[in-house]
């Protein structure tokens, strides 16, 4: 029995969850898997019924889980919350709690989905990138942190800080996953600047050396987001800081014409939490419009990284394949003037493709 700790969280994310959920129990249905998903509360929803955005309760829940599936976090209804009781640090504790330090992103343009990229179809049709994010250190840990009052003036303060042991176990994850792709890693940093990111780029240069088989670049950020829109396909494995990727893995979603099609896991050495990349889209919740996809999808991701199941997440791959194929769409992936469906049926979609194809 694999147990499934599952946290819609807010906004838009009970309906892409449910959606994502459908396609898992399919996939059990057909493969003799034993799940048995539990529901908990994590961001602003845990906000509205206990005060804490990760109660205990949810924090021992997933805890005991096998793997963990997020929805999505936050709004602007918590917007005037302390920092410590905004949605997005139950997120992050999270995180932390299960030690899921290393964020993979991958970022594959559909071929189906070619036309809706703001970018020429020849610059992203052979785009297949991996963004490899560190995901429990930099600025968004580090301490002292906090605002003040100087001279009359308001004043806020944070710490980016990594320590060689943090950047050499992500930059271990990020060398391996080359391994069986194309072989190449650029390590993205400021180096020319901060001094966090020197360190960075000594440590990455270091572990470069245990993979001699994999070739090695660095490029600050600043290039690295520019080289993203004008040469995306020359990117295999990107690997970076959890600021950095946080931003750069947003701005390539736009690579695919939607962030709604992008998964991620998050992985250490125990469990991993799986969740799309986008937002709670509070402006949509409740209007069956939103793409569950991304979510679908980190459900691959983790039947292939948590469930030991590679053949059944390629085979939920080729369902969202296959109702592409059919020309589905929701709102934020169709052409103009071309319908759409909802996320419920684009749920229900995958579903029925996923039996058509028999098994894995």
């Known amino acids: ?51 804490d955005p990760l109660p205990e309760e949810s924090l021992r829940l997933a805890l005991s889980a096998d793997a963990v599936l997020l929805g999505a ?9 302390p920092p410590q009781l905004r949605p997005e640090q139950g997120l992050l504790r999270l995180r932390k709690g ?27 049709l052979d785009v297949d990138i991996l963004v490899v994010r560190e995901l429990t250190g930099d600025i968004y840990f580090g301490t002292p942190r906090g605002t003040d009052i100087q001279n009359g003036l308001r004043r806020g303060w944070n710490t980016m800080v990594y320590d060689e042991n943090e950047i050499r176990r992500i930059a271990r994850v990020a060398f391996d996953a080359a391994r069986g792709r194309r072989r190449k890693v650029c390590s993205v940093d400021k180096a020319n600047v901060l001094e966090t990111t020197r360190l960075w780029r000594e440590v990455v240069t270091e572990v470069a050396e245990e993979f001699p088989d994999v070739a090695l670049e660095h ?14 396909s020359q990117f295999d494995v990107i690997l970076t800081g959890n600021m950095f990727g946080d931003i750069l893995s947003d701005e390539a979603s736009q690579l695919t014409g939607s962030i709604g099609m992008l998964p991620s896991a998050s992985l250490g050495s125990g469990r991993g939490m799986y969740e799309p ?9 409740g209007r069956d419009v939103a793409n569950p996809l991304a979510t679908v999808l980190s459900v691959s991701m983790m039947l292939r990284h948590s469930l030991g199941s ?8 080729e369902a969202v394949r ?6 589905l769409r929701t709102a934020d992936i169709a052409s103009p003037g071309v319908a759409s469906i909802g996320t419920r049926a684009m749920g229900e979609s995958v579903v029925a493709a996923l039996r058509q194809g028999g098994g894995a």
């Open 219 to 232: 490029m600050y950020v600043d290039n690295a987001a520019m080289q993203l829109v004008r040469c995306p």
């Open 98 to 124: 299960l030690d899921l330090y290393a964020n993979l992103r991958p970022v594959q343009v559909w071929p189906q989905l070619v036309d809706s990229s703001p970018l020429r179809p020849e610059l992203v």
């Open 322 to 327: 296959t109702v592409l194929d059919r020309g």
């Open 310 to 317: 590679t053949g059944w997440a390629n085979q939920v791959e």
């Open 73 to 81: 976090v936050g709004g602007p209804k918590w917007d005037s919350h």
């Open 277 to 285: 990349i986008h937002g709670s889209a509070p402006d949509i919740a």
């Open 1 to 51: 029995m694999k147990k499934i700790a599952v946290f819609p969280g807010d906004g838009i994310g009970p309906e892409i969850t449910a959606a994502a959920c459908g396609v898992l129990e399919a996939v059990a249905d057909l493969s003799g898997m034993e799940i048995d998903m539990q529901q908990g509360l994590v961001g602003g929803a845990a906000l509205e019924a206990h005060g």
